[in-house]
């Protein structure tokens, strides 16, 4: 048989190259180590990749002491958890979970390059709303530290093939699982006006959400790109900024109904003190007002009611500094509570 020729990587398209798949330095950050210092020095965020918010805030919470058991409920890239584990040896144990079959084993490479072998680091590809079955499946009672990053990753944000924002065109997709429920252009075309009015406003606080409603419900959008143009064709006379705004609401909007964020959320949170060991903490970053609310309520419920012996008095907000170096930080809330 005749050898195959080899095939040379596409050439680099200078220091900013546009499309997603030619950014391959950013994407490979073992090999190109300068290239994404230079990238986070411009307050972005290197293709392909995630950085980890409030990091520092969220080890002052949590005081993770050697032996103890934690739990990353959302392991996305795995910045917090690599925070976290060394804190707890000897002796410790993290369980991370996560929905997405695509990032997932690519962190779970990333932890074990670095010398967490699975008596130390075990990955779950799961809803954290499942938490109490997965722990008790991984052999444990509770856990000393929980954490919860309400966030979409970076991963998912950048990579036009996931459809979760306009950034780039691709499919309108927006399912943390590609293998579950049904693309984001699916849902949309079944939404009546009404449902869609509800939807905006419950989901993302839209001001325009009758507007918007009129001009995308019932219809099939198979591309991110010709959601957005609709979304601006049915919003002509506001500014530029404002419209980008509404854009992003809307795409937020149905990323939580297709995936069924706040039912996930509101179990987990039911569940969430029986997971916690005595004296244990749990730490939660939310990113919009939906989010915000339910754990608001449920940690001052909780605290009530006897079941946390502390809860954050107010909202825990990212640095000026971390705001500047990492603008996807800004809606960034923390909240947290201690088990009675």
């Known amino acids: 048989m005749p050898e195959?020729?080899?095939?040379?990587?596409?050439?680099?398209?200078?220091?900013?190259?546009?499309?997603f798949e030619e950014k391959y330095k950013e994407r490979d950050p073992a090999r190109y180590a300068?290239?994404?210092?230079?990238?986070?020095?411009?307050?972005?965020?290197?293709?392909?990749?995630?950085?980890?918010?409030?990091?520092a805030e969220i080890l002052e919470v949590f005081a993770p002491q050697p032996?103890?058991?934690?739990?990353?409920?959302?392991l996305?890239?795995?910045?917090?958890?690599?925070?976290?584990?060394?804190?707890?040896?000897?002796?410790?144990?993290?369980?991370?979970?996560?929905?997405?079959?695509?990032?997932?084993?690519k962190t779970e490479a990333r932890l074990r390059s670095l010398g967490y072998g699975p008596e130390v680091f075990t990955a779950r590809r799961s809803n954290f709303a499942g938490l109490p079955q997965l722990l008790v499946g991984s052999g444990l009672e509770g856990a000393d530290i929980i954490l919860a990053d309400l966030g979409v990753s970076s991963m998912q944000l950048d990579d036009p093939a996931r459809g979760f924002s306009a950034k780039h065109d691709g499919?309108?997709?927006?399912?943390?699982?590609p293998e579950r429920a049904q693309p984001?252009?699916?849902?949309?075309?079944?939404?009546?006006?009404?449902?869609?009015?509800?939807?905006?406003?419950?989901?993302a606080d839209e001001p325009h959400a009758a507007a918007l409603a009129s001009a995308l419900a019932g219809k099939l959008f198979p591309g991110t790109s010709s959601l957005a143009a609709a979304i601006r064709g049915a919003l002509p006379?506001?500014?530029?900024?404002?419209?980008?705004?509404?854009?992003?609401r809307v795409f937020q909007a149905l990323r939580i109904a297709v995936n069924d964020e706040f039912s996930a959320l509101e179990t987990f949170l039911r569940n969430l003190?029986?997971?916690?060991?005595?004296?244990?903490?749990?730490?939660?970053?939310?990113?919009?007002?939906?989010?915000?609310?339910?754990?608001?309520?449920?940690?001052?419920?909780?605290?009530?009611?006897?079941?946390y012996s502390r809860i954050a008095e107010k909202v825990v907000r990212p640095s000026a500094a971390e705001r500047h170096s990492n603008s996807r930080s800004t809606a960034a809330k923390l909240r947290w509570a201690r088990r009675a």
């Open 4 to 19: 195959s020729e080899h095939q040379r990587r596409p050439r680099y398209r200078g220091k900013n190259p546009r499309r």
């Open 184 to 203: 984001a252009s699916a849902f949309l075309a079944t939404l009546s006006r009404d449902k869609l009015v509800r939807l905006l406003q419950e989901n």
């Open 273 to 307: 003190p029986n997971c916690l060991r005595p004296n244990g903490r749990v730490a939660i970053l939310t990113f919009h007002s939906g989010e915000d609310r339910r754990v608001k309520s449920s940690f001052a419920a909780g605290l009530s009611a006897g079941i």
């Open 34 to 55: 300068e290239t994404i210092a230079s990238v986070i020095a411009a307050g972005k965020t290197p293709a392909g990749c995630h950085r980890p918010i409030m990091v």
């Open 76 to 105: 996305g890239y795995g910045g917090h958890t690599q925070a976290i584990l060394p804190l707890l040896q000897p002796g410790g144990r993290l369980l991370g979970l996560d929905v997405d079959p695509i990032e997932l084993p």
């Open 67 to 74: 032996g103890e058991i934690a739990v990353d409920c959302t």
């Open 171 to 177: 499919p309108l997709d927006l399912r943390m699982n």
């Open 237 to 248: 006379r506001i500014p530029n900024e404002a419209l980008e705004v509404s854009i992003r």
